[in-house]
């Protein structure tokens, strides 16, 4: 989706690193989302902010932190207390309003050196 | 909580074949429900949706039908081709999960291969 944008493509992590992944949006979007994807797993929800300054943890927040200083960005910082952070990660927005679809960045792959 | 079903891949499919892919969901309430397809990777682009029972949702000829009674929402296109090839993800949006609209529960994802 042309309106996110998430970088970098690839990440490579070292042992006992944090990394940061970035999600921006120009869809002005109040809702972001970050999703994990393992092969035969579908999309697994890490962390949501449904408005500036305030964020919920997912399903598998362990081992990840999330900020939303402004409506535009999302990043999600892996720390190194996740223990298995390989994985495909998706940034998506949305509108407010359960009808509404979200919209998906092209991804971050990461993978451990 | 809700829970979203499809069924397991892959599917193998011949060049103008039909297909269907099931999914079937457990929610309170009214949840829309949706289908997105996600291209080698790529992130998921939304396919189609329907937010209420008996609506159908198309796009690019594929179409779902929203049916309350059988709490289902299969996938179908009269004739797929190569560039079908993707991974399909059913969705609902629950009223109640994590005590917010709009955040989505997926299935686990159906892959499609479509042979010339």
Redesign the interface.
């Known amino acids: 989706d042309g309106g996110i944008t998430q970088s970098p493509k690839y990440l490579f992590r070292k042992e006992g690193q944090n990394v940061t992944l970035s999600c921006e949006q120009n869809l002005n979007h109040d809702a972001m989302y970050w999703y994990r994807q393992d092969p035969g797993q579908g999309l697994r929800l890490i962390y949501y902010s449904q408005i500036v300054n305030d964020f919920q943890k997912g399903d598998i927040a362990e081992g990840y932190s999330v900020s939303r200083e402004k409506k535009e960005s999302f990043p999600l910082t892996v720390t190194s207390a996740q223990k298995n952070p390989t994985a495909f990660y998706l940034c998506a927005t949305g509108d407010r309003g359960s009808n509404q679809p979200q919209h998906f960045g092209d991804g971050t792959r990461l993978s451990i050196l | 909580g809700d829970s979203v079903t499809q069924m397991e891949g892959p599917v193998t499919l011949s060049e103008e074949a039909f297909l269907t892919i099931n999914c079937t969901y457990t929610a309170t309430g009214y949840?829309?429900l949706?289908w997105?397809v996600q291209y080698p990777?790529?992130?998921?682009?939304?396919l189609l949706?329907a937010?209420k029972a008996d609506d159908k949702g198309s796009n690019k000829g594929f179409e779902a039908t929203y049916r309350k009674e059988t709490t289902s929402f299969h996938l179908e296109k009269g004739s797929v081709q190569v560039s079908d090839s993707a991974v399909y993800?059913c969705a609902l949006?629950?009223?109640n999960y994590?005590?917010?609209?709009?955040?989505?529960i997926?299935?686990?994802?159906t892959k499609l291969s479509v042979k010339p």
């Open positions: 949840p829309s949706f997105y990777g790529e992130g998921l682009q939304l949706k937010t993800f949006s629950g009223m994590g005590g917010s609209q709009g955040n989505l997926f299935g686990k994802g």
